[in-house]
């Protein structure tokens, strides 16, 4: 072997010559195996990293890192120091790195296999894709997010989990059964690190945010229990007299029980003589299992007068319809009133006690109100045609009982896409609509549920186009994210005064100004739905499932959040669809259990390494049936004075969601390719801080070593920088972008997730007989098979890949078609037979989307169409266009690392 030439391979049947001293390994001939590690000499990818002789006595045992559950804590680790024995990490060699001198071979990675070479058949195992010999880092050395979720989903496959032990919650993917003892359950609060640092200094130096992802109206998963409900009556909950935290099961009970101290801000409080309980001999309340407040980490309490600003009242849904010429003819207005008359079938069918107050107003150039009052045969219709000074011309018959006008509401729906059906007005006067609602809704609150099929040019709060397609994709085209005008948001700050959130469905054909409307569902806690180039024909069982989870689903309206911590901790940053008017106060006009809401955390003091630190979410809304309460999430993490212990109670799942919230909040003060930098540094950061200070500072520079809890960053931050919301190019309208900034800024971790890495599942040898979801593959075609059939899905759409010889049987089949070939136009439907393996399949769409809670589109996607360019960008770990591939970006992350810690 001579100096800088590649490493050589010996001809068969032959020995290769010995390794020379600070030459690059050489690779074993085919059929032979590499020689063994060798004792000094660093490991190379697929090796596990070298242990360190044990110290102590012959036969002394190692010290290992307990990782079971109950398992107690490492020993502590000096920042600086050589790791502790037995600390997880994840350890490989980077391409391009360079080993130390050798004496003799090194072993190789296995040789990783080209994005789009060749595939194998279907009769190989999906797991093992096909191989050829390529220089660099072998991609099935690097961490799968496959593996990781699926070995978490068996930790918990038939054990729950019980929040009151402290340990790190299952992924977020995972699905698991929650049991609460005094902990908030993981679905309401969730932080990025489990082990709350003593200093502002260890968690600067780790690089890591404190954030907690909040969902404050999380529903109990099927099995759970649900929410408790405490009624202290006139007097109201028991809380401290300094801090006003509720009292919790973080509470201790002190002088004989008649008196507690707050975890909070450690204040000793009286207990009131209606509460008093004497204490058993640990210290216990005699009566905590009846007191639920004491017991449980998320409970509801019955808020008195004293908590309501004024008398509350069952919150309304009103549907606020576009009927301009557009909304007529791609469907919208007739999938409107179908999607209307189901939410009323299905609230009628469950026997639901759940009131359901609703209205419709429709609106083009004029608006339209109608009375909807039970004893009228016919609705009846006004019309108000001044836009500029609009008002409410109905007291009463606007806002109805569904149940007790049921009649009159589908007389009404009947009617109407008739009554416009040859309309010839073009501009919708969206503004003046959007304050009318507010008007009819602002005694009692509620939601409101709009359509709008294009741009609103007629009135106040008309808009122009103005997006330019030359401003796509550069720096400046943040200016098309930011509102044109105020109008928007003054709308919905009024809104919010008076309990009003705004739902927006839209259907655009063209450039619509989402950026400028948004603020009505951005500040109220409304959400967006968008459904481009609609045709109701395909499409309307989605809009229906959406439409009917919002007018349906867990909701509450005039909302107030308030987050308290441990004295020495404060909470700085709020991200969501929110307002606030002060540092503290989180107003919500609307809540709902989709929607979750980011807080960053900040030191402000020094925390006790023996204390625990204590979180507290407090939520005061009124619920569906015109009732104010407050729900109470109490969440306490473990303290952590090491940096190690920092890092090994890290949650890749709330850091990953976190940090592209944080991102999307800063438009437009900054513009994409800064924040995609940033995003790559804050990645780049936190790993070479575990690198620099938690690792064995004799390992070779040329391997990346990364904390077990955080071996995904690498894969996930890549996803986030190639997803929708922030991926470089031109390619999209600045609509579309807006749309997906506020998924991100909206979105649980458990719905982010797979959007930015989608499940991918093999199709073609799916048992007919078999039962659930298939064997998840990773996200990359190295796992295609020449003949196979393919389904991915990221919650808002599924892709039905069928490659160009994918089995006719299974074609014809599921697909109904004679071959691929026949296949002509798109299919959004699979039809329905007797067939065994066509009833599998749809069961696999059917509990896909029954996870979801949605009706998930659906693709059919053949190799070589139009829409196979959609499909391939969401294969996560390949390269497409400007967004690099996993092992590139990890290895991108690996150079950044060295020159960071250089």
Known sequence: QQPGQPPLMAPPGQQRPPQQPGQPPMMAPPGQQRPPQQPGQPPMPGQQQPQAPPSGPPGARRPRYPSGPGATAAPPMQPGLPPQPGMPQHTFQAAGAQPPPATMAQPLAPPPTQPGAMMPQSGAPAAQPARQARKGVDPEGVPSPVDVMNIDQD????????????????????????????????????????????????????????????????????????VPLVDHGADGPIRCRRCKAYISAAAVFTDGGRSWICPFCTTSNSVPDNYFCNLDHMGKRHDVRERPELLRGTVEYAAPAAYCARPPQVPGVLFLIDVSYSAVQCGQLHSATQAIRTVLQQHEQSGSHVPLRIGIITFDTELHFYNLNPSLNQPQMMVVSDIEDTFVPLDKGLMVDAKESKDVINTLLDQLPGMFASTKTVAPAYGAAVRSAIMALKN????????????????????????EVALLGTDKEVKLLTPADSYYSHAAADAVKYGVAFDLFVFPNAYMDLSTMLPLANKTGGAVHRYPYFRGSTMVHELTSDVVNIALGTFGVEAMMRVRTSTGLRPTEFHGAMLMENSQDVELAGVDSKHAISVRIKHDDKIPESANAH??????????????????????????????????????????????KMAVSEIPKASLSVLRDKLTASAVGILACYRKHCTNPNTAAGQLILPEGLKLMPVYMNCVLRSPALRPGGDMSSDERAYWQHVIRVGQPNQLLPLLYPRLFALHNLDPQGKGLPTRLRCSRRYFANDGVYLLENGFKMYLYLTSLA???????????????????????????????????????????????????LVVVKQKDPNEVQFNRLLAEDKYNEAHSYVDYLCHVHREIQNTNA
């Open 444 to 467: 009692a609150g509620g939601r409101v549920i709009s359509f709008l099929s294009s741009m609103p040019d007629a009135g106040p709060g008309s808009l122009k186009k103005r997006e």
């Open 615 to 660: 979180f507290q979410v407090a939520l005061l809304y009124t619920n569906r049936f015109g009732e104010r309460r407050i729900r109470v999430h109490t969440l306490s993490l473990k303290t952590a004075a090491q940096l190690a212990e920092v890092f090994r109670g890290a949650d890749m799942d709330t850091i990953i969601s976190a940090l592209p």
């Open 807 to 857: 089995p006719t049987s299974f074609v014809q089949s599921v697909v109904g078609v004679a071959s691929v070939a026949a296949i002509n136009g798109p299919m959004h439907t699979l039809p329905t037979t007797a067939d065994p393996l066509n009833q599998r399949v749809r069961g696999v769409l059917d509990t896909i989307r029954a996870q979801r809670g949605r009706h998930v589109p």
């Open 155 to 226: 930790r918990f496959k038939d054990a729950p989990f019980v929040t009151g032990t402290q340990n790190p919650p299952p992924l977020s993917t995972s699905d698991c059964r929650v049991v609460d003892e005094g902990n908030a359950s993981y679905r309401a609060v969730r932080s990025t690190l489990n082990n709350v640092p003593c200093t502002s200094e260890i968690l600067k130096m780790s690089k890591i945010p404190l954030v907690l992802s909040v969902v404050p109206l999380a529903d109990p998963a099927p099995g759970e229990e649900p």
